[in-house]
């Protein structure tokens, strides 16, 4: 499985193929991921602004977006 990550300096969010899952974690560190977007469809590379995550899922070639 692969992954992929982005932060808005807050937050890292990381893609996660095998889980199917984008997950959350504060800058600070991460004793336990939060599952931020779950039921992914092979989610591959992520972006992030101000106010939105990005990533595309590979499986469907969809690109998903989900407020912060």
């Known amino acids: 499985s692969g992954a ?3 932060s808005d300096g807050v937050s890292v969010y ?3 193929q095998g889980n199917d899952t ?3 974690c504060p800058v600070s560190g991460c004793p336990s991921p939060i599952a931020f977007a779950l039921g992914q469809n092979d989610p591959h ?5 101000d106010t939105t995550v ?7 070639g ?3 977006k989900l407020a912060k």
Do not use: H
């Open 62 to 64: 969809t690109v998903m």
């Open 45 to 49: 590379g992520i972006a992030v602004d």
């Open 4 to 6: 992929a990550l982005a």
């Open 14 to 16: 990381v893609t996660d």
């Open 22 to 24: 984008v997950w959350k």
């Open 54 to 60: 990005y990533w595309a899922n590979n499986g469907n």
